[in-house]
């Protein structure tokens, strides 16, 4: 299923259900021809969520305040029966990023109430850009809050660098002020929270490395099982990158090279199909290991983008561990392939030990 599609007849016929009882002389009729208009098909899942948010405010009062208490009931009123409730409810969030930026206590409080229905984290960074002290005072309160969704808006929210969200400049270049926030945050309850701080570590990562680690080696100090797994998933690109400290953090330290083979199945593969290869580890003692490999993919100027991939990350006994895998090479929306030489490097606990050149050819 295509996400868009999460705005099919019978979402509309539910939101059209509640707003016809909490908006005075709703015109249904009306609100169906707004909803379908000449571009509906045309639009993708963001443009179609901004069309929503754009017809309520057609059908709504002139009012901002009143249109927010409206949509408050509106919210929890709404039957959604699809597979992505909260992801097709975020229209009430986007209303408020939308319409709501002049008028930041009345946005604000709006944002934390919707959170629930569908996350706010898109719709308030515009509101940190134009309010920033204002808006992390209220990041900190949510960190404290009973409800968990709200807990993580504190979180997703005040992320550096939310994917498909607005960067937030300042914070890529001083993360400090969100820090309090993440102290509150690192040890919740909720796994959807712990994820989200995760997520936000990492992205700290990207700018300020050692502010990331400093707060990673403060933070490995508790034992729990739940810390150690936040760290590592919020170190994930420094570990993908095989910086040492990080590295180093998780007792992945170098290690005699053990790999006795590594080899491919064939040096010539076409667009669509797998790239096999198989190594050989021979270990002497017990170690920790972290397993990865390295795709070069060519780009259109010749040079490579490096990918990592993992394989696996464990304690080995003294022995010898056989492996094959594939890389598929079949097309996809996030990827171009160029036709040409490429590379595969295998990498045990950051050290690139072997890597082998193959040839991407055109699909055949």
């Known amino acids: 299923m295509n996400l868009k599609e999460i705005y099919d007849q019978n979402f509309f016929a539910s939101l059209a259900k509640s707003l016809g009882k909490f908006v005075a002389k709703f ?6 021809a707004l909803i379908y208009d000449e571009n509906w098909e045309k639009r993708e899942l963001k443009q179609r969520m901004s069309h929503v948010s754009h017809v309520l405010d057609q059908v709504l009062t002139k009012n ?26 975020v229209i009430f969030a986007n ?14 409080n709006a944002l934390e109430f919707f959170t629930p229905f569908g996350s706010s984290e898109f719709a308030v960074r515009p509101f940190f850009v134009k309010y920033p002290q204002e808006t992390l005072k209220y990041f900190l309160q949510w960190s404290k809050s009973d409800n968990y969704h709200v807990r993580r808006l504190a979180s997703e929210g005040s992320r550096p660098r939310l994917p498909w969200g607005i960067a937030l400049q300042s914070l890529k270049k001083d993360p400090s002020p969100i820090i309090p926030i993440l102290e509150n945050l690192k040890d919740d309850e909720s796994e959807y929270v712990r994820r989200s701080v995760a997520n936000n570590l990492n ?25 150690q797994k936040l760290v590592k998933h919020g170190l994930r690109t420094l570990l993908k990158s095989s910086n040492s ?20 199945q064939n040096f010539t593969i076409n667009i669509g199909e797998n790239l096999d290869f198989k190594f050989k580890l ?3 003692n017990e170690a920790k290991l972290r397993i990865e490999y390295a795709i070069y993919f060519l780009r259109k100027d010749q040079k490579f983008s490096k990918k990592v991939f993992q394989i696996t ?3 080995f006994e003294k022995g010898d561990y056989f492996f094959q895998k594939k890389h598929s090479f079949r097309p996809i929306t996030t990827r171009k392939y160029n036709v040409g030489k490429h590379k595969i490097s295998l990498i045990i606990n950051g050290d690139a030990v072997h890597s082998k050149d193959f040839l991407l050819l055109s699909a055949s």
């Open 313 to 315: 990350e464990k304690n």
């Open 27 to 32: 015109d249904e009729k009306k609100f169906f």
């Open 245 to 264: 400290e990080a590295l180093k953090l998780f007792n992945y330290v170098n290690v005699k090279n053990p790999v006795e083979l590594f080899d491919l």
């Open 64 to 89: 901002y305040q009143e249109n927010i208490e409206i949509l408050k009931k509106v919210a929890a009123d709404v039957e959604i029966t699809s597979k992505h409730p909260s992801l097709s409810l």
């Open 203 to 227: 992205d700290i990562c990207k700018d300020n490395p050692e502010i990331a680690l400093d707060l990673a080696k403060k933070w490995l100090k508790n034992p729990a099982k739940n810390t």
């Open 95 to 108: 209303y408020v990023e939308i319409f709501g930026l002049d008028d930041f206590e009345t946005s604000i």
């Open 282 to 284: 021979r270990l002497e």
